[in-house]
């Protein structure tokens, strides 16, 4: 099966920067994704990394370390709207199928 | 405009009834997710289907039955046998073609049975 770690809140000033690490178990591994949940809502895609490194998306960022299994997502220049919750996800190999399985979430609370 | 719909939003039921859920799409993705969602949990995946007529077990399928007769349509039923069957249940969609997979998701529909 899969595994993913991600803590399970944070708490960062508005204006401020944070990072939300994941660090996961799996095999047939093909990508890591971040979602953002805000209460009440459904998920929205932020990001995808299949290759080590980082991408960058505007002001949110996310890296990939496969050889780790870890992968974070950076939150520059924090607003007060991007208090949510935010879930990696792996994408994984499964017979002759793919599946994605999230992890718990973080919940991020911006304070000003 | 594109994307899922879900109906209906808030569903009450008695225990020991089967209930459906709906979810279409009109993004013209072949694969399509149901997940469950507990407060404070994550999201875990019930049933997906790659290609009309075919689905597979997610990772706490038991107690849900799922068909895909359409390629827009991929209904999700929660049977009596379902233990504790109240929670936050969301449909995705995704094409499988690309890179990311991306999943979109319907706004939800929230059961509590009693």
């Known amino acids: 099966g899969q595994s993913l770690e991600q803590p399970s809140e944070v708490t960062a000033v508005e204006g401020a920067i944070v990072q939300i690490n994941c660090t996961y178990q799996?095999?047939?591994?093909?990508?890591l994704s971040w979602y953002q949940q805000h209460d009440g809502g459904a998920p929205t895609f932020l990001s995808y990394n299949a290759l080590d490194g980082l991408e960058e998306t505007g002001r949110f960022s996310s890296f990939l370390s496969r050889s780790d299994s870890y992968g974070y997502l950076l939150l520059q220049e924090l607003q007060m709207k991007d208090s949510a919750s935010y879930f990696c996800?792996?994408?994984?190999?499964?017979?002759?199928?793919?599946?994605?399985?999230f992890g718990i979430g973080t919940k991020l609370q911006v304070i000003p | 405009d594109g994307g899922i719909t879900q109906s209906p939003k808030y569903l009450f039921r008695k225990e020991g009834q089967n209930v459906t859920l709906s979810c279409e799409q009109n993004l013209n993705h072949d694969a399509m997710y149901w997940y469950r969602q507990d407060p404070g949990q994550g999201l875990r995946l019930i049933y997906y289907?790659?290609?009309?007529?075919?689905?597979q077990k997610g990772d706490i399928a038991e107690g849900y039955s799922v068909s895909r007769e359409k390629k827009e349509s991929f209904p999700l039923t929660v049977t009596s046998a379902q233990k504790n069957p109240t929670a936050f249940y969301l449909c995705?969609?995704?094409?499988?073609?690309?890179?990311?997979?991306?999943?979109?998701f319907g706004p939800g529909t929230r059961l509590t049975v009693t």
């Open positions: 996800a792996v994408r994984v190999r499964s017979g002759g199928y793919q599946k994605v399985t």
């Open positions: 289907s790659q290609i009309v007529n075919d689905f």
């Open positions: 799996t095999s047939g591994f093909y990508g």
């Open positions: 995705a969609s995704s094409t499988l073609a690309g890179v990311s997979y991306e999943q979109y």
